[in-house]
């Protein structure tokens, strides 16, 4: 079993910025990507950065330029940086992980606790 724990989340102004972090524990032989998604209240939960092993990133139109996400593995940690933040980034941030338990078990996605981001003035 592998567990995620997100940090890092809580209430900014607009224009300021807030870092994530997710750190993924456990069972855990390898991590394939490493991802951040988000759901609004009333919404569907929306994809906002994926990060593969090699290191290429893929972000959503509405956060490209203003969120930054990286990952160590050597800690099994996954960032976001988010600046520039903006009222419709307000949301409960979640980390998701892909990860295979044994060399021999397929890739299965997990999911963090989530975290509260709050854009406010």
């Known amino acids: 079993q592998v567990q995620l724990v997100e940090s890092g989340g809580g209430l900014v102004q607009p224009g300021g910025s807030l870092r994530l972090s997710c750190a993924a524990s456990?069972?855990?032989?390898?991590?394939?990507?490493m991802g951040w998604y988000r759901q609004a209240p009333g919404k569907q939960r929306e994809l906002v950065a994926t990060?593969?092993?090699?290191?290429?990133?893929n972000y959503a139109e509405s956060v490209e330029g203003r969120f930054t996400i990286s990952r160590d593995n050597a800690k099994k940690m996954v960032y976001l940086q988010m600046n520039s933040l903006k009222p419709e980034d307000t949301a409960v941030y979640y980390c998701?992980?892909?990860?295979?338990?044994?060399?021999?078990?397929?890739?299965?996605?997990?999911w963090g606790q989530g975290t509260q981001v709050t854009v406010s003035s």
């Open positions: 456990g069972r855990i032989f390898s991590i394939n990507d």
């Open positions: 998701n992980v892909d990860a295979r338990s044994n060399l021999f078990s397929p890739p299965i996605g997990y």
């Open positions: 990060i593969t092993n090699t290191g290429s990133t």
